[in-house]
């Protein structure tokens, strides 16, 4: 049976994004060698970070004066990177959710937070508009998706300060205008590669503000100055990282991206919409286009198991809603097909006539 991968992360990659990176374990450019085998300061390995950081700087427009990054720890990391390195007496959070919640406390490690709004006395099911930024801040950090309550901001903000985003779950899924920002940071395993690798796109001049000693792996600095090599960089995710971006690439971009995922979206809201045993979660306007999230209608709460097993039974895969949202979440990141959307579309409709 055909499987349907709507896994929240690590997610669904294009099969051959995954072909190609395999291959690439087996032998590394008919050197004989895997992937896992060489140094990453290999003259054949300094291309594949080359020509990764060109494409992303490519597609995203990126303008001169950033750097891009190829970093461990995950996003969770850049939680406390981020402070270090830009929080020098004041920052502002939109908390839209648990990972915001998670960036907050570390920030508060380094200096005073001012929590401009949340939306959680709603269970993170819209995203805050009714707030202004203050101006004496050094950053304001948003999440642009919340991965978990699917609430998404896809417009860049206008603010009177520098922004930084964490857009580990939409990123490379539209354009961005990334001279809003002093740092875009975004862990791969949702939309870039597989998980292993962060991305951290920084305003060099932004950088070194703080009065502090930062280690040095936690100081972008020297990662910007070695260009992702001070130690050894997470290989294999970045070559996959490579793979992504040329199909992405070759898929038309990210505007491509973005209108993809607006189709998709669209089908699969549609039908929540329309049927009958299912509602959204979000308020419409606030509706992520990269995790779909729905729960049963009240007066069927009782279905919602015996959806999960005749959804999975048709082959869906990752469906189940985050425990903290319950019900269902549809993951649609850029790997996402039609055919997908269409085939969960098609058990929400069959389940619908059995009830
Ligand atoms: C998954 C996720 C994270 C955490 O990423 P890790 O790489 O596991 O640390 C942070 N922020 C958002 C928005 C996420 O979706």
Redesign the pocket.
Same mark, same amino acid.
């Given at each position: 049976m055909k499987k349907y991968n709507f896994n929240a %992360?690590p997610s669904m990659l294009p099969r051959e994004v995954i072909e190609n990176t395999a291959k690439q374990c087996l032998d590394f450019n008919g050197s004989g060698l895997s992937l896992m085998e060489i140094s990453h300061r290999a003259k054949d390995f300094q291309p594949v970070v080359d020509e990764a950081v060109a494409l992303i700087k490519e597609l995203l427009q990126i303008p001169d004066g950033y750097s891009v990054l190829f970093l461990g720890g995950? *996003? $969770?990391?850049e939680f406390c990177m981020v402070p270090y390195n830009f929080l020098a007496h004041k920052a502002a959070y939109l908390n839209t959710g648990t990972?915001a919640k998670k960036a907050i406390k570390e920030a508060k490690l380094f200096g005073e937070v001012v929590e401009v709004a949340s939306s959680a006395e709603a269970n993170y099911t819209y995203i805050p508009k009714d707030w202004t930024c203050p101006t004496d801040v050094d950053y304001l950090h948003i /999440?642009t998706?919340?991965?978990i309550y699917g609430t998404e901001m896809r417009k860049d903000l206008d603010v009177p300060v520098r922004l930084i985003a964490?857009m $580990? $779950?939409d990123i490379f899924s539209r354009p961005v205008d990334v001279a809003k920002y002093d740092c875009i940071y975004a %862990?791969a395993?949702?939309n870039l590669s597989m *998980?292993g690798v /962060?991305l951290v796109i920084v305003k060099d001049d932004a950088l070194g503000k703080p009065d502090r000693k930062i280690p040095t792996m936690l100081d972008y600095r020297t990662h910007v100055e070695k260009g992702s090599m001070f130690n050894t960089p997470p290989v294999v995710p970045i070559y996959c990282a490579l793979e992504n971006l040329r199909w992405i690439k070759k898929n038309g971009g990210v505007e491509a991206m973005d209108q993809r995922a607006r189709e998709r979206a669209e089908i699969l809201y549609a039908e929540i919409d329309r049927n009958k045993l299912f509602r959204g979660t979000v308020k419409e306007e606030d509706r992520s286009v990269m995790n779909i999230c729905f729960v049963m209608n009240d007066e069927y709460a009782d279905l919602e198991k015996p959806f999960l097993e005749y959804a999975t039974g048709k082959g869906m895969v990752g469906i189940k809603g985050h425990r903290s949202v319950g019900g269902f979440r549809a993951s649609c990141y850029n790997a996402q097909t039609i055919e997908g959307v269409n085939a969960l579309v098609a058990c929400m409709k069959e389940f619908e006539a059995q009830h």
């Open positions: %992360g995950g *996003a $969770s990391l990972w /999440t998706n919340n991965t964490d $580990s $779950s %862990g395993q949702k *998980a /962060t």
